[in-house]
């Protein structure tokens, strides 16, 4: 009984009827497929082999500064990305002359006025005896608030009010 169902399969265009006819296929002169169009259209020019190596020359060293231009811009991203936080830092450094001179205004208007002590944030500028003197300043402050009561009841908002006076004081004089 298998060997019956193997020989009906095998032979799947036994009882298919085709006219010769049908399979005959005439090619007129006058038309012609695209292939053979596009072969005639491309009448190649014939170079000298020295003309052929130059172009194969000249298009090998292209795709080489193709190729170092990309891997340049790409290190140059990478490098720019992995500066931390800010990144891309070509905005801000196009900006930066008009920073200098909003700088500049502002230095003259603090010029006008004279203080007579040195803010903290210029310890550089300060001579030994003036750090001196403001570090023992900032211990006198801080052990006065070691020993005030507030500071033993919330220590935290102690330091928190201390701060916030410190900077008010800072900030009047500074205006």
Not at 59 to 65: F, G, H, N
Not at 170 to 175: D, M, W
Request: aromatic letters at 4%; proline letters at 5%.
């Amino acid at each position: 009984m298998g060997k019956d169902w193997a020989f009906i399969h095998t032979d799947i265009f036994a009882k298919t009827q085709i006219d010769p006819s049908a399979l005959v296929q005439s090619l007129e002169l006058d038309q012609r497929s695209l292939a053979s169009l596009r072969k005639g259209a491309e009448a190649k020019a014939i170079l000298p082999k020295k003309e052929k190596l130059r172009l194969r020359r000249e298009r090998w060293l292209q795709k080489i500064e193709a190729i170092k231009l990309a891997e340049q811009k790409l290190k140059e991203e990478r490098r720019r990305r992995a500066t931390a936080v800010v990144g891309d830092l070509h905005p801000l450094r196009d900006a930066l002359p008009e920073l200098q001179e909003l700088e500049a205004g502002r230095r003259q208007q603090t010029r006008g006025r004279v203080s007579s002590k040195p803010r903290p944030a210029e310890l550089s500028r300060m001579s030994a005896a003036q750090r001196r003197q403001l570090l023992e300043e900032e211990r006198t402050r801080f052990q006065e608030l070691l020993t005030s009561p507030a500071y033993r009841a919330s220590p935290l908002l102690a330091i928190g009010q201390q701060l916030a006076h410190q900077m008010q004081l800072e900030g009047g004089s500074q205006l």
